[in-house]
């Protein structure tokens, strides 16, 4: 079984400003990318150390802003996707690139789960962006926050992606109640796991794999069990990985991001996901 390891650096900046987005509110200093570059490029090599035939790991890269826009991330990704150890390097982006760089990943190795944004990019250059990841081989999800506004073009743009890309929807959580039952069931006809990212989960006390199977690396190297419990369980230049995994239960109430809630035991993810869990890409469309 492979580690699952969520890595978030230094990178807050992005090429988007989503009114939606709690990040991406400010822009990076050079100083702090020339930091952030030099403690991804030290934790892949942490990566390329660690991982074995044993451990072997799964990467996945989930930035507070736009990563692969930095040539830095693009080469990270390349390098992890060639190590023979590590199973699977996946990326959160808006495809706001140049995807060639991508000819040079390993394609058996390499995923990514895209976000479609009606406000800062056509719909046009979206779906040619996609066209470019089929035709370079590369695994990707497609997906879009459900705001109402934007009904029109999720509708759009699923009847433009071929029938097997997954299209997930995130549900709009600033609002109780947001939603109708007749707007949810719009919404679950195109993503048919919809309503498992409506809830708020209650999971105090819950078993989840965050901690054992999959965790949390800031780009200090400091590890966490999940983006979501911050409580510090070590550093991977500094103590051993072995000594930092452990199994327990959810300290928080409750869990509403995907990233988080899909390690929850009892949401049985890998039954719905398998291999495509970090990508969001489910068995149905693997």
Sequence with gaps: MSLKVIYRGHLTDCNYSCEYCPFA??????????????????FVDWVEQNSSADQPMEVFITPYGEALVRKWYQEAVIRL????????????????????WLSRCNTQTTALWTTYHPDF???????????????LQIRHSVGVVGLKQHFPQITSLRQRLPQDVYMWI?????????????????????????????????????DCKAGSEVVSIEGNG????????????????????????KKETCSKATCHC????????AMKSHEVYGSGLLERIPVRFS
């Design 81 to 100: 996707s060639h190590l023979p150890h590590v199973s699977k390097v996946a990326a959160q982006t808006n495809l706001a690139w140049n995807t060639q």
């Design 258 to 265: 995907h990233i988080g809630y899909i390690h929850l035991d």
């Design 222 to 245: 400091d590890l966490f069990r999940c983006h979501f419990i911050k409580t510090r369980k070590g550093n991977i230049f500094t103590d051993s990985l072995a000594s930092m995994l």
């Design 170 to 206: 995130n549900a709009y959580k600033r609002e109780v109640d947001y939603y109708s039952e007749e707007e949810i069931a719009f919404l679950e006809d195109i993503d048919y796991l919809f309503r498992l990212n409506l809830p708020w989960y209650e999971s105090m006390g819950k």
């Design 25 to 42: 509110k400010e822009k990076n200093s050079r100083e702090l990318q020339a930091l952030d570059k030099k403690d991804l490029d030290r």
């Design 121 to 135: 990019v056509t719909e046009e250059k979206f779906v040619s962006k996609c066209n470019e990841l089929a035709a």
